[in-house]
């Protein structure tokens, strides 16, 4: 699960690449970035994989509908990042006991 789940990632973050690369374009400028304080707090949780595809789930649900809205290339990203996220979760996350 641990290969499939680092795929996931990998693949999440070309979406987030893509995506960030698409709003400079339309921008024409890259996106103001802030300043954050430090602050200390407790480690986060590690997601569980059942929170990873639920995370999926919304993922592929909140990009089709907004493909839905679009057209052309922004239309295509939409709709190839929210097949991306369905493939994961009905395929690449599924444990291995429930494939059976």
């Given at each position: 699960m641990a290969q499939a789940l680092t795929t996931v990632a990998s693949e999440r973050s070309a979406h987030?690449?893509?995506?960030?690369d698409e709003l400079v374009r339309m921008l024409g400028k890259a996106a103001p970035t802030t300043t954050s304080t430090t602050t200390t707090a407790a480690p986060a949780k590690a997601p569980t994989t059942e929170d990873v595809v639920a995370a999926l789930r919304q993922s592929a649900d909140s990009a089709a509908q907004l493909a839905a809205k679009q057209s052309g290339y922004r239309a295509g990203l939409?709709?190839?990042i929210a097949a991306s996220c369905t493939a994961a979760y009905t395929v690449a996350l599924v444990p291995v006991k429930a494939a059976q």
């Open positions: 987030a690449q893509a995506l960030s939409l709709g190839s």
